[in-house]
């Protein structure tokens, strides 16, 4: 069977080759009765538009690179999802890479994106301990977005996460509904995150003329038995605390097992003194609890959607100042607080 050629389709349409091109590559001001006609002979004969080849001639590509560390980060696997959704809609495909944190592993993916022609290319920083990003990042000719948990000192376009504002917004939801004694449990004591988040926490109840207290704030491994261990000494040290933060899923699962080892219970009512409220920083926990669980949201999707829009005006306009997008998180109250 003979291939079908896009002079062909021009034939059925009786439209220009040039037409066809344009409509193709969704280029040009051409009338909707023109697309139709041109779609219509491209359904009829079959003709399947072979993209690459018409990349490599005009000088382009539809390929994006994507950066990813750890699949097991909820955080990364949904902004990942919704960068990969934003780039199909606009007619892109993603290539992914998994460094896994090896910066000569990172090195060869920058190298093998370059050699594949990808029109720019999308890192997400996984690095919470440090605010700078790898040389190869830095250095990279490639056009790039950065997508980070936490605010980094770089020159490249950066989308990320405002963890002060989420521990704020979460401390003075409690402090208005009647708590007075909330912690913060979990995390590295090096993890910038907790660092940023710890301040907007110790700002709400400043404000609201509470006193930070730094033995309610213990830091611990990123494990459920770390978690329990300093959540059971901490409310068998202070009866009177009635809420937490819970700085990861780890941190909930082990916030869940002490609260039960004390015979305490999870709930949202600060006048029963037997009951702890909680609150998370993650989507992913909320169906897994019961009661169901109250969190800030990580604006993982609008991330996603923001990082690939950002790309995209970065490759129509290559002069464009570099941008620095903190997204803001927002409460979902349900039953654990």
Request: some cysteine.
């Amino acid at each position: 069977m003979k291939k079908v050629s896009i002079i062909d389709v021009a034939k059925r349409a009786e439209v220009s080759v040039s037409t066809v091109s344009l409509v193709l590559r969704q280029k040009g001001k051409i009338s909707q009765a023109t697309i139709e006609k041109v779609q219509a002979a491209i359904d009829d004969l079959g003709y399947v538009h072979n993209v690459a080849a018409a990349n490599l001639r005009a000088n382009t590509s539809n390929l994006i690179g994507l950066i990813l560390h750890d699949f097991n980060d909820p955080f990364a696997v949904r902004v990942t999802s919704s960068i990969v959704h934003e780039l199909e809609q606009q007619g892109f495909m993603v290539v992914l890479a998994q460094p896994q944190g090896n910066i000569e592993r990172l090195e060869q993916c920058l190298l093998a994106f370059t050699r594949q022609g990808v029109a720019g290319v999308i890192y997400l920083d996984a690095e919470s301990k440090t605010d700078s990003v790898p040389a190869a990042i830095s250095e990279s000719p490639l056009p790039m977005v950065v997508v980070s948990q936490s605010p980094l000192n770089c020159e490249r376009d950066l989308v990320m996460r405002d963890n002060r504002q989420a521990g704020s917004l979460a401390t003075r939801y409690l402090i208005e509904r009647g708590h007075r004694s909330i912690a913060y449990i979990g995390g590295d004591a090096r993890c910038l995150i907790r660092h940023e988040r710890l301040s907007g926490y110790r700002s709400a109840l400043t404000q609201y003329g509470l006193l930070p207290r730094e033995d309610f704030t213990p830091a611990c491994r990123e494990d459920t038995q770390a978690a329990s261990a300093v959540v059971r000494e901490l409310l068998e040290s202070n009866n009177k605390i009635t809420a937490l933060l819970c700085h990861s899923p780890n941190a909930i699962i082990g916030c869940i097992d002490a609260i039960n080892q004390v015979g305490r219970t999870v709930g949202k009512d600060v006048f029963l003194t037997q009951q702890v409220s909680l609150i998370g920083f993650e989507d992913l926990m909320i169906n897994l609890t019961t009661p169901s669980f109250t969190y800030v949201s990580s604006a993982s999707e609008e991330t996603g959607r923001q990082a690939a829009q950002l790309l995209l005006r970065k490759l129509k306009t290559a002069d464009l100042p570099v941008q620095r997008i903190t997204l803001s998180g927002q409460l979902v109250v349900r039953g654990s607080a």
